[in-house]
């Protein structure tokens, strides 16, 4: 069966710095990976999805996430971080079994 | 707004009873997922169907059944219910399967007392 990891809690960051927010995966066959957004008392937000291609994948609000598959890692990044985007960021994986799962989730505070 | 509609937004409930949550996925899709998030577990998935066909199930507990009807939305049932029941239910629908984007609805908050 397939998992997710996500080795930070929390990140801090202070606006208009560099983000990471880190995803670590387990997959029998090839990966379908995804980074989900959720503000408070709101749903899950698809950000970016990974299926096949260029390793590198753009997304929504300036969101990028590099797949590498030496490492079975698919770290969310953005160049330069706003306040708003202050929230829970979720990574995902779906392998053959159909079944997605999530990470536990990493709290992303950007500090003005 | 993701076009996906869950209905009641809360709910507040009594252990022992039973609820039934509803979702509407978005126009055209085919896939209803439903998920689970507590505090303790995460985001956790119960289950899947396609096309009125369950095609998966997660960590679904006995207790709790769903159904997708032929005008594709979805019920999920939980019956007998117990304090650790309480936490956001969330549907996302998708197209198909597999590869496709799962999109989330906003949630119904159930709180068992």
């Known amino acids: 069966a397939q998992s997710v990891a996500q080795p930070e809690d929390q990140v801090n960051v202070a606006e208009g710095n560099p983000l990471t927010v880190k995803c670590t995966y387990s997959v029998s066959g090839n990966p379908y990976l995804f980074w989900y957004v959720q503000y408070p008392n709101r749903g899950l937000q698809f950000l970016l999805k990974y299926i096949t291609g260029d390793n590198l994948v753009k997304g929504s609000y300036g969101f990028e996430a590099e797949f590498n598959k030496s490492q079975t890692s698919f770290h969310l990044k953005k160049p330069s971080a706003l306040v708003s985007d202050s929230a829970l960021y979720f990574c995902a994986v779906r392998g053959r079994d159909n079944d997605m799962r999530f990470g536990a989730g990493t709290r992303l505070t950007v500090k003005p | 707004d993701s076009g996906v509609t869950q209905t009641p937004k809360h709910l507040i409930t009594a252990t022992g009873q039973r609820v039934t949550l509803r979702c509407s996925p978005r126009s055209g899709d085919l896939s209803v997922y439903w998920y689970q998030q507590s505090l303790d577990q995460g985001l956790q998935f119960l289950i899947h169907?396609?096309?009125?066909?369950?095609?998966a199930k997660g960590n679904i507990l006995e207790r709790f059944s769903a159904q997708q009807f032929p005008d594709l939305h979805s019920e999920l049932n939980l019956s007998s219910l117990e304090l650790g029941d309480s936490a956001l239910y969330f549907c996302a629908s998708s197209v198909l399967a597999h590869t496709d984007t799962q999109y989330f609805g906003p949630g119904t908050r159930l709180t068992v007392l």
């Open positions: 169907y396609y096309n009125g066909e369950e095609r």
